[in-house]
C-alpha cells in the first residue's frame, strides 16, 4: 500500500519511515487544532496565535508518536513470534507495520492484532488521566491531554472494525481461523465483511452529503472507498502468497542467462543485446566473474550522446547492491522481495555463480495459469 519514505530513526531495531503523504495529514491536524480547537475557548483566549500553532503542532506529533506506538506494539508482538518485520511507516492514515510473512496460527493472528487498539486504549486512558488532573489550571496541558485521549479511543474502536484489513478483521479473521481449521476461507469471510463495511461507509457518506454534511461524507465516504479496497488487495494478494507457496525458485527462473563483458560500451551493449534479445537485464562479467547487473533502467539514466564512449561497467549496478535469491528459495518469499526493493528481477545465485534470473513476469505467468487452470 505504501512504500519508500524517509527513514526518521530506529525503535527496538525496528526502521521507521515518513511516506511524504505524511506530511499532508501533519499539516492538515495542526491546522485544525490551531485554528479550531484552540481558539474559541475561554481558557485559551490570550494566547497569540503563534501559541496556537506550536501547541498544535506538538500536539500533532503527539498524536503521531501514539500511532507509532501502535503500529510499535504490532511490530514487536510479530518479532517476539518469531515473524519478520521489515519496519513501520507513517502515512497520511496512519500508520503501517510491513511484515514480510503471514502469522502461522489463529492464535499468533490474534495477539498481533489485538495488542495495536490495546496499547491505543491505555495511551487514551493515560491522557485522560492527565486531562482530569490537570483540568483546573490554564496551561495548554490539559487540552492537549483531552484532545489525544479522545482521538486515541477513536483510534482504537476505529482499528476494531470487523473487516480484513484493519485489526478488527484480522481478530475476526483469527477466530473464524480458529473455528474452521482453514485460513483461505477464514479469510475470504473476514474480506467479504471489510468489503461490506466499506459499502456501509460509502453509502453512509453519501447520505449524509444529500443531507447537506458534504464535508464529513465527503470523508466517510473516502474512508469506505479506503476499506474496501484495501480489502480486495488484501484478499488477492493471500490468495497469491497461497499458489506461490511451497513453490521453488527454480522451478520459474530463466536458465540462459547470457553474461556481456564488462568493457562493452553502452551502444554495443543495446544493439547487441538489448534490441536483438528482447531481455532486459544481463548479468556483467570479467574474466568469469560477475561483478554487476545491468538493466535497461541504467541505460535510460545514460545521455544518448554518452553511449559510444561509456562502457557497461560504469553504468552497471554492482553485484553486492544487488538482492539475490537462491534456487530453492519460496516464490512467495520472491514476490515479497521484489515488491519491497521495487525491481522487476532478481539473479538466482548458487555458489557465487549466477544461476539464472527471476523476473516479475515469471510470477505473474505462473500465478495466471494456476489460476486458469483452477490449480
Ligand atoms: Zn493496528
Redesign the pocket.
Known amino acids: 500500500m505504501v512504500s519508500g519514505g524517509i527513514p526518521i530513526g530506529r525503535f527496538f531495531g525496528i526502521t521507521v519511515r515518513l511516506h511524504w503523504s505524511w506530511f499532508i495529514m501533519f499539516g492538515l491536524i495542526t491546522w485544525i487544532l490551531a485554528s479550531q480547537y484552540f481558539t474559541g475557548v475561554e481558557e485559551y483566549e490570550d494566547w497569540s496565535v503563534a501559541t496556537r500553532w506550536i501547541v498544535g503542532a506538538v500536539t500533532s506529533i503527539l498524536f503521531f508518536a501514539s500511532v507509532l506506538a ?2 510499535l506494539a ?1 511490530s514487536l508482538m510479530a518479532k517476539a513470534t518469531g515473524l519478520n518485520v521489515s519496519g513501520i511507516t507513517l502515512f497520511i492514515f496512519g500508520g503501517v ?1 510491513q511484515l514480510t510473512e503471514e502469522p502461522r496460527s489463529p492464535g499468533t493472528e490474534f495477539r498481533l ?1 489485538i495488542v ?2 490495546l496499547t491505543s486504549l491505555v495511551i487514551g486512558g493515560a491522557c485522560w488521566g492527565i486531562f482530569f488532573a490537570t483540568r483546573d489550571s490554564v496551561s495548554p496541558v490539559a487540552g492537549i491531554a483531552f484532545w489525544l485521549g479522545y482521538i486515541n479511543i477513536v483510534l482504537a474502536g476505529f ?1 476494531m472494525i470487523p473487516g480484513f484489513p ?2 478488527g478483521g484480522r481478530v475476526l479473521r483469527s477466530i473464524v481461523w480458529w473455528r474452521s481449521r482453514n485460513l483461505r476461507s477464514s479469510t475470504r469471510i473476514a474480506s467479504l465483511i471489510g468489503r461490506g463495511v466499506g459499502y456501509l461507509f460509502i453509502f453512509g457518506g453519501l447520505a449524509l452529503i444529500f443531507a447537506g454534511f458534504w464535508s464529513n461524507g465527503l470523508w466517510l465516504a473516502l474512508i469506505g472507498w479506503i476499506l474496501e479496497n484495501a480489502a480486495v488487495g488484501s484478499y488477492r494478494q493471500i490468495a497469491i502468497q497461497d499458489i506461490l507457496q511451497g513453490h521453488k525458485v527454480h522451478e520459474v527462473m530463466n536458465r540462459d542467462c547470457q553474461a556481456v563483458p564488462a568493457s562493452l560500451t553502452v551502444e554495443q551493449l543495446v544493439n547487441d543485446h538489448f534490441l536483438t534479445s528482447g531481455r532486459r537485464c544481463f548479468p556483467v562479467v570479467d574474466f568469469g566473474r560477475v561483478l554487476g547487473l545491468v538493466t535497461v533502467h541504467n541505460v535510460r539514466i545514460v545521455d544518448r550522446k554518452y553511449w559510444p564512449v561509456r562502457s557497461v561497467r560504469e553504468i552497471m549496478t554492482p553485484i553486492d547492491k544487488v538482492k539475490q535469491v537462491r534456487p530453492d528459495d519460496d516464490l512467495s518469499s520472491v514476490m515479497s522481495l521484489l515488491t519491497d526493493e521495487d525491481v522487476n528481477q532478481l539473479p538466482v545465485v548458487q555458489d557465487h555463480n549466477i544461476v539464472g534470473m527471476v523476473a516479475r513476469d515469471n510470477l505473474l505467468s505462473f500465478i495466471h495459469l494456476r489460476g486458469e487452470l483452477g490449480v
Request: no cysteine.
Open positions: 501502535h503500529e504490532h507495520s492484532a495495536g487498539p482499528n484493519m485489526d
